[in-house]
């Protein structure tokens, strides 16, 4: 990257036009997968001349839909993109070239793409051209809207979300197993927002035996059309074949993923058009999620002991508590089954975020690694 110095007056402009271009990635965020959402907005003498954002897979990039609109005023201006461009023939053309036959005089760019089709070749490509560039500004908010496909562009597993709804005390149903309705309607509408982003969701038989839920999105905050919005792949870990025939889930029968450790058999029951796998391990399930299915970004809604595994295997990058003012008691059921004895075993998370949602409280975490 060119070595240039930059004034604050310059980095105050950068910071304002990139803050416009991640809004504009974020009417992305349900839509593109498993695509990354970016946006992209020309500046010229100080005005936006074009921009944009990618809505879709297959469809037309951001960088794109911001060059049409500014046609030949393209010609040196300062684009921000929230992702390197990409420099490779996919589906659509590679945007760095966009860029460069446009005549563009500098690209600032909030983050590099971790694909290893593009991995800094779209920022050389334009470096090539004579092109200024800068990479870097509103790095941790760009990285913050790609978290699953950055992580595994770089090599890693699919970014593991895990939700629970709890008591004050920490207890997420009766011990009978009731457990409708701990939080508001407002929590329960902003669930639907992690499943929007999500591209599986992973639950385990005890919940669907219990709940017959859709796990399904039904509604988000923004009004995004829910026809817009790919439903997640919803994954069931069913060892031994127990979820009924019936189940809600077999509404929208091609969206199910059965999965049982390793019976051939477990399924014979289920005349639905359903995909069934055998897989041994949650880790071999994520990989076999991200190799076959492009997922990025994985939601968990199970209960204490699916929870508890892959808490325990060290597979969940951020934890999402809603915490209702409510005690349901020490025989009601506790949020993980995790049974330590000592507390050197204790799992130690950061808190990112806590948040008012209607009577509840979001409390969204992220693991401290060792």
């Given at each position: 990257?060119?070595?240039?110095?930059?004034?604050?007056?310059?980095?105050?402009?950068?910071?304002?036009?990139?803050?416009?271009?991640?809004?504009?990635?974020?009417?992305?965020?349900?839509?593109?997968?498993?695509?990354?959402?970016?946006?992209?907005?020309?500046v010229k003498d100080g005005q936006i001349i074009g921009e944009g954002f990618h809505p879709?897979?297959?469809?037309?990039?951001?960088?794109?839909?911001?060059?049409?609109?500014?046609?030949?005023?393209?010609?040196?201006?300062?684009?921000?993109?929230?992702?390197?461009?990409?420099?490779?023939?996919?589906?659509?053309?590679?945007?760095?070239?966009?860029?460069?036959?446009?005549?563009?005089?500098?690209?600032?760019?909030?983050?590099?793409?971790?694909?290893?089709?593009?991995?800094?070749?779209?920022?050389?490509?334009?470096?090539?051209?004579?092109?200024?560039?800068?990479?870097?500004?509103?790095?941790?908010?760009?990285?913050?809207?790609?978290?699953?496909?950055?992580?595994?562009?770089?090599?890693?597993?699919?970014?593991?979300?895990?939700?629970?709804?709890?008591?004050?005390?920490?207890?997420?149903?009766?011990?009978?197993?009731?457990?409708?309705?701990?939080?508001?309607?407002?929590?329960?509408?902003?669930?639907?927002?992690?499943?929007?982003?999500?591209?599986?969701?992973?639950?385990?038989?005890?919940?669907?035996?219990?709940?017959?839920?859709?796990?399904?999105?039904?509604?988000?905050?923004?009004?995004?059309?829910?026809?817009?919005?790919?439903?997640?792949?919803?994954?069931?870990?069913?060892?031994?074949?127990?979820?009924?025939?019936?189940?809600?889930?077999?509404?929208?029968?091609?969206?199910?993923?059965?999965?049982?450790?390793?019976?051939?058999?477990?399924?014979?029951?289920?005349?639905?058009?359903?995909?069934?796998?055998?897989?041994?391990?949650?880790?071999?399930?994520?990989?076999?999620?991200?190799?076959?299915?492009?997922?990025?970004?994985?939601?968990?809604?199970?209960?204490?002991?699916?929870?508890?595994?892959?808490?325990?295997?060290?597979?969940?990058?951020?934890?999402?508590?809603?915490?209702?003012?409510?005690?349901?008691?020490?025989?009601?059921r506790p949020m993980f089954d995790l049974p330590f004895l000592q507390m050197s075993e204790?799992?130690?998370?950061?808190?990112?975020?806590?948040?008012?949602?209607?009577?509840?409280?979001?409390?969204?975490?992220?693991?401290?690694?060792?």
């Amino acid at each position: 990257m060119t070595d240039i110095i930059f004034t604050s007056k310059q980095d105050d402009e950068d910071q304002r036009w990139m803050q416009h271009a991640l809004i504009l990635a974020r009417r992305g965020l349900y839509t593109t997968r498993p695509n990354p959402a970016v946006g992209c907005v020309l500046v010229k003498d100080g005005q936006i001349i074009g921009e944009g954002f990618h809505p879709k897979a297959g469809e037309p990039h951001a960088e794109v839909f911001a060059l049409r609109q500014a046609g030949d005023a393209a010609r040196g201006a300062t684009a921000y993109v929230t992702l390197e461009p990409c420099s490779h023939f996919g589906r659509t053309p590679p945007c760095a070239n966009g860029l460069i036959a446009a005549q563009v005089s500098r690209v600032v760019m909030a983050t590099l793409d971790a694909n290893p089709q593009v991995a800094g070749q779209g920022l050389a490509k334009l470096e090539a051209a004579g092109i200024e560039t800068r990479v870097g500004v509103c790095q941790a908010e760009a990285q913050t809207i790609n978290t699953g496909f950055l992580k595994t562009m770089a090599g890693g597993r699919p970014f593991v979300r895990l939700k629970v709804a709890a008591s004050l005390d920490g207890r997420t149903a009766m011990s009978s197993g009731e457990s409708k309705w701990i939080t508001g309607t407002d929590a329960r509408l902003d669930v639907q927002h992690f499943r929007a982003m999500s591209g599986a969701i992973i639950t385990g038989i005890g919940t669907v035996l219990a709940d017959d839920p859709l796990l399904n999105v039904r509604k988000v905050a923004d009004g995004t059309p829910i026809d817009l919005i790919p439903q997640p792949l919803r994954v069931v870990l069913d060892r031994q074949g127990q979820i009924p025939a019936n189940a809600q889930l077999f509404n929208d029968p091609k969206s199910v993923l059965l999965v049982s450790a390793d019976s051939n058999t477990a399924f014979d029951h289920i005349n639905a058009d359903v995909e069934k796998w055998q897989c041994a391990s949650l880790e071999s399930l994520l990989d076999d999620l991200k190799t076959k299915k492009q997922i990025h970004d994985v939601l968990v809604e199970a209960g204490a002991t699916l929870s508890g595994a892959f808490i325990a295997a060290g597979l969940v990058d951020e934890l999402i508590v809603y915490l209702a003012p409510t005690l349901l008691g020490s025989l009601a059921r506790p949020m993980f089954d995790l049974p330590f004895l000592q507390m050197s075993e204790q799992i130690r998370w950061q808190t990112v975020s806590v948040a008012p949602v209607g009577d509840d409280i979001r409390w969204i975490l992220r693991l401290i690694k060792s």
